[in-house]
């Protein structure tokens, strides 16, 4: 009997303790499975690293399943059809996956694991941004966690990254005045081309907390925190009467993942200017998806929305991206490009190579 | 010229660092002022100390102006008219106010700083507490800034306390089950008698977070916080997804004013549920007060709501008391007694003794 097409996958090691690193995934070779009624088989073009992916490797409590040794890695991942058995998908047809790709060159997955991409509207990649969790999370985190309102002082943390870059421009379009916080000068300028009206480069600042207080004078109203940490820290002295704070992630944790974190706390700080400070999670917005998404598009569209991308070639160096990101390193939004995008045209003629 | 009646107060002599001391405050003699217009004259039956006082008699900002040395200490109070320039309000009228009064033994007051006493209602310390700041702080902390509904699972810290033991009975009226966290057995025997489903004497608990998860293993989804420190700690290891918090006040905190609070901070937690935490002043809620208090009256009427007292007799008592109070010593509302109460029938016939 000859053998069946295989493919590459990245399992899960060991549970890192503090930051991964490359011996946190092992790299193995599997048969390509079969579609069965209902599902689909695509081809990876890009997949997806993303700070949660942090609390998903923990052993610790999280608010979603977590990756055990021996699984395959979760992630969301943009792909091409090679064969369908669902319904309203054809061989050639691009689609999205927020998180059930997973870490492989090939994934079957459920129809209804995934979206069709209408590749009219938006180039492959921002279907992992701007359309994807990124662009939803930014969205419900600055309009519905935090209120963000006309005229309110926004502070962004992560500004150039994934999430923030697209909520520094959507405070823009609702009226606010948007401050940026980022690692380096480099990413500040790229923060100040898509509109921040202030940014700080946390490393060239020798003191985060007087300089925040020197640009927000009248105090911060509402707060992406991406980050926690020092960021946070500084922040948190600033807050103007009733702010919002949307504690949406904790990446500069992430070398100390499980560990207690230890510093100031601010609860006076929260009670004095009566704020308002709420874990965010987007999948609690599900329902609203749509509308959200409709709109990132016609944003996206008219140009009010920009991203940058950092985009790793190889399927290989999947690990090697997220620590990236982990570090801090990427400019924009990062992805791993896994094969070529098809041409929009004969995409129906892809095999499995 | 005959010299005219005087009177005692306490000035704040000096702001304090860390807990206050009975050298805080210096007493000195002064006369007694004469009302104008629009004012009245009131003496003293009941002053009040309270927890929040700790913050205005620190330099730091806090959300209300605070009181400078040479001062008289602020803090509501309840009186008797001797005198009335105020329409609506005769001499023999109880009044109470929940800040202007100050610690003094006579106060002229603006009519629009006090509200008459209907005596009818609920015995006078009841208008310091239940109908009072206290009432309301519970009643909004609970049901609005906390949401608390039917079912939930409510944790109140300091829960013999004066805030404590209204939001306690307050949450069971609201169809929750109620935990409360108190510091010595007695005051825990005080909570079980007026309807907590369960109670934690901290200083009797060895491990207080191990206490909680045993008594809570469907998390908390309302947290009445009116300490900080460690219970606020062993409580946000426990959250329940969507759990709202409500940071009422932080007397554990009281004896490092000024000084930042180190410890674990929790964003990861609050991440993973989607907290809520908010700070709370129920200044805020100013404009809901009369809806609030009708309720809390029917309540007291009705005796759903009972109210424990600690009442120090004298007037050179009162930073005594104080300081009972921010060493939790207390057991119920701590009040200092300055006057006897006049008999409801023949109050008119008071004088300036």
Same mark, same amino acid.
């Given at each position: 009997?000859?053998?069946?097409?295989?493919?590459?996958?990245?399992?899960?090691?060991?549970?890192?303790?503090?930051?991964?690193?490359?011996?946190?995934?092992?790299?193995?070779?599997?048969?390509?499975?079969?579609?069965?009624?209902?599902?689909?088989?695509?081809?990876?073009?890009?997949?997806?690293?993303?700070?949660? $992916?942090?609390?998903?490797?923990?052993?610790?409590?999280?608010?979603?399943?977590?990756?055990?040794?021996?699984?395959? $890695?979760?992630?969301?991942?943009?792909?091409?059809?090679?064969?369908?058995?669902?319904?309203?998908?054809?061989?050639?047809?691009?689609?999205?996956?927020?998180?059930?790709?997973?870490?492989?060159?090939?994934?079957?997955?459920?129809?209804?694991?995934?979206?069709?991409?209408?590749?009219?509207?938006?180039?492959?990649?921002?279907?992992?941004?701007?359309?994807?969790?990124?662009?939803?999370?930014?969205?419900?985190?600055?309009?519905?966690?935090?209120?963000?309102?006309?005229?309110?002082?926004?502070?962004?943390?992560?500004?150039?990254?994934?999430?923030?870059?697209?909520?520094?421009?959507?405070?823009?379009?609702?009226?606010?005045?948007?401050?940026?916080?980022?690692?380096?000068?480099?990413?500040?300028?790229?923060?100040?081309?898509?509109?921040?009206?202030?940014?700080?480069?946390?490393?060239?600042?020798?003191?985060?907390?007087?300089?925040?207080?020197?640009?927000?004078?009248?105090?911060?109203?509402?707060?992406?925190?991406?980050?926690?940490?020092?960021?946070?820290?500084?922040?948190?002295?600033?807050?103007?009467?009733?702010?919002?704070?949307?504690?949406?992630?904790?990446?500069?944790?992430?070398?100390?993942?499980?560990?207690?974190?230890?510093?100031?706390?601010?609860?006076?700080?929260?009670?004095?200017?009566?704020?308002? $400070?709420?874990?965010?999670?987007?999948?609690?917005?599900?329902?609203?998806?749509?509308?959200?998404?409709?709109?990132?598009?016609?944003?996206?569209?008219?140009?009010?929305?920009?991203?940058?991308?950092?985009?790793?070639?190889?399927?290989?160096?999947?690990?090697?991206?997220?620590?990236?990101?982990?570090?801090?390193?990427?400019?924009?939004?990062?992805?791993?490009?896994?094969?070529?995008?098809?041409?929009?045209?004969?995409?129906?003629?892809?095999?499995?190579?």
């Amino acid at each position: 009997m000859e053998p069946g097409p295989t493919q590459r996958v990245w399992r899960l090691a060991a549970h890192p303790t503090g930051l991964p690193t490359t011996a946190t995934w092992t790299l193995e070779t599997v048969p390509v499975p079969q579609p069965r009624a209902g599902e689909i088989l695509a081809r990876a073009l890009y997949l997806d690293v993303a700070p949660y $992916m942090r609390g998903r490797i923990s052993p610790q409590k999280n608010y979603a399943a977590g990756v055990k040794p021996g699984d395959v $890695m979760i992630g969301g991942g943009i792909g091409v059809v090679l064969e369908s058995q669902a319904r309203g998908i054809a061989a050639g047809d691009c689609v999205v996956s927020d998180f059930a790709f997973g870490w492989r060159e090939y994934a079957v997955l459920k129809a209804q694991a995934v979206r069709r991409i209408d590749r009219a509207l938006a180039p492959l990649p921002y279907w992992m941004e701007a359309l994807g969790l990124n662009g939803l999370t930014a969205y419900f985190a600055l309009y519905d966690c935090a209120a963000a309102r006309p005229g309110d002082t926004v502070v962004i943390s992560a500004a150039a990254g994934s999430v923030g870059q697209l909520a520094g421009q959507l405070a823009r379009i609702a009226g606010c005045r948007v401050i940026g916080v980022t690692s380096r000068a480099e990413k500040a300028a790229w923060c100040r081309a898509i509109g921040y009206d202030d940014v700080l480069a946390y490393r060239d600042e020798p003191d985060l907390t007087a300089a925040l207080a020197r640009i927000c004078p009248q105090g911060v109203d509402v707060f992406i925190d991406n980050t926690a940490g020092a960021i946070h820290d500084a922040v948190l002295q600033q807050l103007a009467p009733q702010a919002r704070i949307a504690l949406v992630g904790a990446v500069s944790l992430a070398a100390r993942f499980g560990e207690p974190d230890l510093g100031p706390r601010y609860l006076r700080q929260l009670l004095i200017a009566r704020a308002t $400070m709420r874990g965010f999670l987007v999948s609690d917005y599900q329902d609203r998806y749509e509308v959200a998404r409709s709109r990132l598009a016609a944003w996206v569209k008219s140009g009010q929305l920009r991203s940058r991308f950092d985009i790793l070639d190889g399927f290989e160096r999947l690990p090697e991206a997220f620590l990236r990101l982990l570090a801090s390193r990427n400019t924009g939004k990062q992805l791993v490009r896994v094969a070529p995008e098809p041409p929009a045209a004969d995409a129906g003629a892809m095999q499995i190579q």
